[in-house]
């Protein structure tokens, strides 16, 4: 009867195939506790917002490459949170809505622009092209929808629009899919519906803005 050496290393893997699968749990655990940190930093004023976008955006494009390499092990980040008992609340909220803290809440970064207002312009028109389209998927949909409600609130006063509310209502939907999961026709109607709406409410709040200036 073989004999268990309490000196002895317990070794995680037996081939190089698996010693790479948990290096890269490893380097996605370690990106989930970086990010609930920051997070934590953030609120309490322990960085400032010029600080804080950049490494949460990074972060958040980190834990996105990172899902995709190990989407085989890893069914769902609660999944994975829960398997090694990570209790790290902020980080997974922040990976849920897909974007920044200062993006979600709407920092009120500055005067809009005509060079502002053309992007978001841009952004929602393609967004609406793509559900035209009938594009479905995740990885079609998130990309452009991430880039639309990031330019979205920039502008001041968009956190009491009704449209950046439900925009980030539909990334975190988004962000809970795998990235070939598709919405269904009736969740492509609605999001459509909510994206005109908001369009029409960015155009009548500049307009609102300027006759006030």
Request: hydrophobic letters at 40%; aromatic letters at 6%; a positive charge.
């Given at each position: 009867m073989a004999t268990l050496s309490l000196d002895e290393e317990v070794r995680l893997f037996t081939n190089n195939s698996e010693r790479e699968k948990y290096n890269l749990l490893g380097t996605l655990?370690?990106?989930?506790?970086?990010?609930?940190?920051?997070?934590?930093?953030?609120?309490?004023?322990?960085i400032t917002a010029a600080q804080y976008s950049p490494a949460c955006t990074r972060l958040l494009s980190q834990y996105m490459t990172?899902?995709?390499?190990?989407?085989?092990?890893?069914?769902?980040?609660e999944q994975f949170m829960s398997r090694y008992r990570m209790d790290n609340p902020a980080a997974l909220h922040r990976i849920r809505v897909g974007v920044p803290a200062t993006v979600e809440h709407s920092s009120e970064a500055g005067p809009e622009t005509g060079k502002w207002i053309a992007e978001t312009t841009q952004n929602f028109i393609t967004f609406m092209d793509a559900l035209k389209l009938?594009?479905?998927?995740?990885?079609?949909?998130h990309p452009i929808l991430q880039e639309l409600v990031t330019g979205y609130a920039r502008f001041k006063g968009s956190k009491d629009w009704e449209g950046r509310s439900k925009m980030v209502s539909w990334l975190i939907t988004l962000n809970s899919m795998k990235a070939s999961e598709e919405i269904?026709?009736?969740?492509?109607?609605?999001?459509?519906f909510d994206v005109e709406h908001a369009y029409a409410e960015f155009f009548r709040s500049l307009s609102g803005s300027k006759e006030r200036s």
């Open positions: 655990y370690g990106i989930i506790v970086a990010l609930d940190y920051l997070e934590r930093a953030y609120v309490r004023d322990a990172m899902l995709k390499l190990v989407k085989d092990s890893v069914p769902s980040i009938r594009l479905r998927a995740k990885d079609q949909l269904t026709d009736e969740q492509s109607r609605q999001l459509s």
